[in-house]
């Protein structure tokens, strides 16, 4: 027992997105002191212009710098850019360069589905909706990944699938299926939907705040990704669930001692009551309102850039957006009837939850201040100038996918990734005359695509360990759609770079 415990003990475990940032900060640090500094001229903008770099003097001496690497969190968080001198800390005038606002958002969306998941309601819905479709398995399949995607794509619903193979596993095998099937039904519904992230406010949100453009940009180009990517991964799991029940010695995992009895011991659940109806609805509205605000609707529907926003668009962003989840968590626990001392508790302990991806949003930000203070960002930039300029927009589009992929295996949290990345990548579309936010596009796929079979995400371990299939077996079946989704999405990402010209 000692023997066993020692070895648990010695087991690698991947670091957290926090201990990679922190490792990372330490790392730009010692490199700032290597890389010489540079500047580009910038438009009035803030864009710089290709062509225009120079060296620069490093600012600060030894002591100076040190000091740069202590206050990078705090800079990361609140951090103000002098707009005399480019540089960032805590105590000048100028405007914002932390990322206060997105850190509030993060906390607030993270009250408001903790207080949605406490009236249950979510959760009965959907076991309410595949016990309907119970008796038509292809239905069943298709209407699970279908609400499953529907929801990774608008608020990254990933993790909380894990309390759903409980239900889904005996299911999947009373209709003829194996365990398999509902592993994938859960793993690559929700799966594809944050890949093609619409307005998931966790992945496209934060890299659309980091790339400077809004939340709406290329949210046509998602949207039709998901539409396809959606109904391919569908078809994917549909296909070898046919073949499965039709012939069950094809089975990857086979049938264990006891799914039959597990099988017929599936229980109805209990209809949906008059407040979890009206929970739902609202939920509906709050999103469908956050697609509606963030949208530059005068752009998407003259097909112009310049065109001037109409007067009924909303036009809004991160603070207001924040406002409107907090908002909504109160409308939320009201109709629920959760009470005022259960909803408050609710609120404080959504926000803790989600402090983690918040703080990665701060420690990312961090290491962007320390390559700005040190004037290291446009030297890096510099570098793969010549590079980029010379591809076309469709080629860079797909090599933001590529070139983000080991970056999302080595920093697990989306939020820290896209926060580290979009500064030094959005730039770069720039130059070669891509739109950012087929970058920012190009970027949730390559996040959400490699989360579809990562051993370092809780949603895939834990998913495969709670259906009992092993991990190499749901490698098997998965990596045929990996291949097909990653063509799709550099399809998808070089013409949203051609077309958006």
Not at 121 to 138: N, T, V, W
Not at 154 to 177: D, I, N, Q, R
Not at 381 to 387: D, G, K, M, Y
Request: hydrophobic content about 55%.
């Amino acid at each position: 027992m000692e023997r066993q415990s020692a070895e648990e003990g010695r087991k690698f475990v991947f670091p957290s997105a926090l201990t990679v940032l922190a490792v990372v900060t330490v790392a730009v640090w010692a490199l700032a002191f290597v890389i010489p500094a540079g500047t580009y001229r910038r438009t009035p903008a803030g864009d710089p212009i290709q062509g225009t770099y120079h060296r620069d003097a490093a600012p600060g001496d030894f002591v100076h710098r040190l000091g740069e690497l202590f206050l990078a969190p705090v800079n990361g968080l609140y951090g103000v850019r002098d707009a005399a001198t480019g540089q960032v800390a805590p105590d000048v005038a100028g405007t914002l360069y932390g990322s206060a606002g997105v850190f509030l958002f993060v906390l607030a969306i993270g009250a408001f589905i903790t207080v949605v998941f406490a009236t249950g309601a979510l959760d009965s819905g959907i076991e309410r909706l595949a016990h309907r479709l119970r008796a038509c398995g292809a239905l069943l399949i298709a209407g699970v990944m279908t609400v499953f995607s529907l929801l990774g794509t608008v608020e990254g619903f990933a993790e909380e699938t894990l309390g759903f193979y409980g239900l889904l596993v005996p299911l999947m095998l009373a209709l003829g299926y194996d365990r398999m099937v509902a592993t994938g039904a859960i793993i690559l519904g929700a799966g594809v939907g944050v890949l093609a992230s619409t307005v998931n406010p966790f992945a496209t949100g934060v890299a659309s705040s980091a790339a400077d453009v809004s939340l709406g940009d290329g949210i046509a180009l998602r949207f039709a990704m998901w539409l396809v990517l959606t109904a391919v991964t569908i078809g994917y799991v549909l296909r070898y669930a046919h073949r499965v029940r039709a012939r069950p010695e094809l089975s990857l995992v086979g049938f264990r001692p006891g799914d039959r009895e597990l099988a017929a011991a599936a229980e109805e659940p209990p209809s949906l009551t008059g407040l979890q109806k009206a929970v739902l609805v609202l939920v509906a509205v709050v999103f469908l309102f956050m697609v509606f605000s963030v949208i530059p609707w005068a752009q998407a529907l003259t097909g112009r850039a310049d065109a001037t926003p109409y007067a009924w668009e909303p036009g809004w962003s991160f603070p207001q957006l924040a406002a409107l989840f907090l908002v909504a968590s109160i409308l939320v626990g009201t109709v629920a009837r959760l009470g005022e001392q259960r909803l408050s508790a609710l609120i404080v302990q959504g926000a803790g939850d989600f402090v983690s991806p918040a703080l990665t949003i701060v420690l990312a930000r961090g290491v962007t201040v320390i390559m700005n203070n040190a004037r290291i960002t446009d030297t890096v930039l510099h570098t793969v100038e010549s590079a980029v300029a010379g591809t076309s927009a469709a080629a860079f589009a797909v090599m933001v996918f590529v070139v983000n992929l080991p970056l999302a295996f080595l920093i697990p949290s989306s939020s820290g990734h896209a926060t580290l990345a979009m500064p030094i990548l959005a730039p770069l579309a720039d130059f070669a005359d891509a739109p950012r936010s087929v970058v920012v596009t190009a970027w949730a796929a390559a996040s959400g695509w490699m989360n579809l079979w990562v051993p370092t995400t809780a949603v895939v371990v834990g998913g495969v360990s709670l259906a009992k299939v092993g991990y190499d077996r749901y490698l098997r079946f998965v990596w045929p759609l990996l291949v097909l989704l990653a063509v799709l999405i550099c399809g998808f990402v070089a013409l949203g770079a051609v077309t958006a010209k």
